[in-house]
């Protein structure tokens, strides 16, 4: 009976073709041999998925800010140029036929080292922050968005280390006004001016900025803690 039980199953009758002939030649009875346990195979998409409802319906926590011992953040801005408009650079006005055309000032250049700050504060951007849907700060000096950017860095409890700003209009030239920009920033900022960085790039004449019709910013910032 266990014989006729045991070729009866599927399982069983594939296992028994497997084993050795000289067990199947053996007076072992087949019920005392132990058949392998079989377990329903379980699909990886079903547990991942499983998986993912459970992380989704998990409830959000609020994750600590780590402390680092520095923080890098980047700038960049971009405005278009038209005339009628002052052209104000790093808190300078710039004498120019055109202008940056923006609901603020314009300053392409406070604009990217708020962004930049910011940034490295792992904080919501400029536009953020100061919406361009906000009547007041239609007209704004970013002397103002500089001041609170440098605020909320304080509190943080970092610094500047460097900052590298990188400036790309065609026209005009801005060799003659870099070191006054230079020093008007530091002074915002309040850092010493050897730790800022101006330069200034044409467009060779290439798209929107080569052809005097927008200037651009990039900004690299580097903060450490006090």
């Avoid at 890098?72 to 005339?83: A, K, N, S, T, Y």
Wanted: net charge neutral; hydrophobic share 40%; charged share 20%.
């Amino acid at each position: 009976m266990a014989a006729t039980s045991l070729s009866a199953s599927p399982i069983a009758a594939a296992t028994t073709k497997s084993l050795p002939h000289s067990l199947l030649r053996s007076n072992l009875p087949t019920s005392s041999l132990r058949l392998p346990q079989t377990r329903p195979r379980t699909n990886p998409l079903l547990c991942a998925s499983a998986a993912a409802v459970d992380v989704d319906q998990a409830p959000a926590t609020a994750t600590p800010t780590k402390t680092l011992p520095f923080r890098v953040g980047h700038g960049f801005d971009l405005h278009r140029l038209e005339p009628g408009y002052p052209l104000i650079i790093g808190g300078i006005d710039i004498p120019h036929d055109r202008g940056c055309e923006a609901h603020s000032d314009g300053d392409v250049l406070l604009h990217c080292v708020v962004d930049a700050i910011l940034g490295a504060l792992g904080l919501p951007d400029i536009g953020q922050i100061f919406p361009d849907s906000d009547p007041k700060w239609r007209g704004a000096a970013s002397s103002v968005f500089i001041k609170e950017a440098v605020r909320l860095m304080h509190e943080a409890g970092y610094e500047i280390g460097n900052l590298d700003a990188t400036l790309i209009l065609q026209r005009p030239k801005l060799s003659p006004h870099k070191e006054v920009m230079r020093a008007n920033l530091a002074k915002l900022l309040g850092v010493d001016p050897s730790v800022v960085n101006l330069k200034a790039k044409t467009h060779e004449k290439v798209d929107s900025l080569g052809e005097n019709r927008s200037i651009a910013a990039h900004t690299v910032v580097l903060l450490m803690r006090k």
